[in-house]
């Protein structure tokens, strides 16, 4: 009897799998998925044509800087390939101290821990301290990796519209006054590439007790001093009580972190089922982040570059009539509104040489359906030439 029921519930989740529509359609279409057959920079190798990136998160270039690339060879042959075990019982290692010493002094504070993704840290930094009975104040647009955590945390969530003080002012008005909160908010938005209304949002968020948790992704490396991120651009290193991110963007590695006080880290550190759980980060790739954070200290002309790319690139976007949904950042969004359009465009961008990526709703609110594209410090003004080319031709097959 048991076993026939197992069988049914096996067989309903195989029919569901091998039905699925948006599987299928993947399969069809083939917009996503592509293996790059080789890279040197922003040139890439796709079917055997030469191609121009232009939707990585290596905002800075530093994926191809030779100290970085040294760095991450060298680790290797000191520590081996893998701690093989996570944190708290064999993988500790000195080089995770060192880089969580490094990334706390560049932030301005106490302490840090990394972990192997930013998605396992940025949701740490939200599940790991927020809880049943809690009520989370999140951004609609948030990261999938924080609509995880909030969901992990068992707190009650809110959503307020996405960067509008208002409306979170309005939904706290309605809210139990002694119930321990938490705004959830990114720095840098990386579909929208808008930058957080910080200084208004985090002013009603400490008025209303709030621990404000800032997930600066896509702000680390590009705002700021040398690259500090969101908090530091606007000069708030006081009102944001966690800042998590990413090692894969800026930082030309994989990884991610969490930055607060000590107290909060040796917290997370005790409670974090994604810290005590999982293994730890890689010698290679936390030298690689190690390497990547000095050259942002010490060479300041890839951040020069990248936002000179930047305003030459929105410009460009702008001269054609294209809708970049307000973008202030490197992320920038071609805003089609229809996944039909959405995929003509980048079909044809992609037949002028040129690599983006296509996000559609759900993953972007509905009638706002683009292509996303982010533009890097290694983008030369023969490839910015190159993906001027290919943005007029596709916007004449529109
Ligand atoms: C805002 C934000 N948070 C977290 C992550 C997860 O980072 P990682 O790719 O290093 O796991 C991403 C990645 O896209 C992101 O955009």
Redesign the pocket.
């Known amino acids: 009897m048991a076993l026939s029921l197992f069988t049914k519930t096996k067989k309903a989740i195989v029919d569901r799998a091998s039905d699925d529509y948006a599987t299928r359609m993947r399969l069809k279409y083939k917009p996503y998925y592509h293996a790059i057959e080789s890279q040197q920079g922003t040139h890439i190798r796709l079917d055997g044509r030469d191609m121009v990136m232009l939707s990585s ?1 290596d905002y800075l270039g530093l994926s191809f800087h030779p100290k970085v690339i040294e760095a991450c060879g060298a680790a290797a042959k000191v520590w081996g390939t893998s701690p093989t075990g996570a944190r708290i019982s064999n993988g500790s290692r000195a080089y995770h101290v060192a880089l969580e010493e490094k990334i706390a002094t560049f932030l301005g504070r106490e302490a840090c821990h990394v972990s192997v ?6 949701c740490s930094a939200v599940a790991s301290f927020a809880q049943k009975g809690d009520i989370i104040l999140a951004d609609k647009n ?2 999938s ?2 609509v995880d955590a909030t969901r992990l945390s068992m707190a009650t969530v809110e959503r307020f519209s996405h960067n509008n003080p208002e409306d979170l002012r309005q939904i706290l008005k309605s809210l139990p006054h002694h119930t321990p909160k938490m705004l959830v908010v ?1 720095g840098v ?2 579909m929208e590439g808008h930058i957080c209304s910080l200084p208004e949002l985090a002013q009603i968020g400490e008025d209303a007790g709030c621990f404000t948790v800032l ?1 600066d ?2 702000g680390f490396g590009v705002l700021g001093r040398q690259g500090r991120g969101t908090v530091d651009h606007y000069k708030l290193n006081d009102k944001v009580d966690l800042i ?6 800026s930082l030309a590695s ?3 972190f969490v930055a607060g006080s000590r107290t909060l880290i040796e917290y997370l550190r005790t409670n974090s089922k994604q810290t005590l759980f999982s293994a730890a980060l890689s010698p290679s790739m936390a030298a690689t982040a190690s390497a990547a954070l000095d050259v942002m200290q010490t060479e300041p002309q890839h951040l020069e570059r990248l936002w000179r790319n930047t305003k030459r690139y929105r410009e460009m976007l702008k001269g054609l009539g294209l809708d970049i949904w307000g973008s202030e950042t490197p992320a920038i969004p071609i805003v089609l509104g229809s996944k039909e359009l959405v995929y003509r465009f980048w079909n044809a961008l992609l037949e002028k040489g040129v690599f983006t990526v296509m996000s559609i709703a759900p993953a972007v609110p509905p009638g706002k359906d683009l292509i996303r594209t982010a533009v890097s410090a290694l983008h030369s003004d023969e490839d910015l030439e190159k993906i001027a080319a290919a943005m007029a031709y596709a916007v004449k097959q529109m």
Do not use: P, V, W
Not at 117 to 122: P, R
Not at 244 to 249: E, R
């Open positions: 998160n993704a930013g998605y396992i840290s940025c948030i990261h990796c924080l990114e938005y990386s997930d992704a896509h998590c991110g990413s090692l894969s963007k994989t990884g991610g």
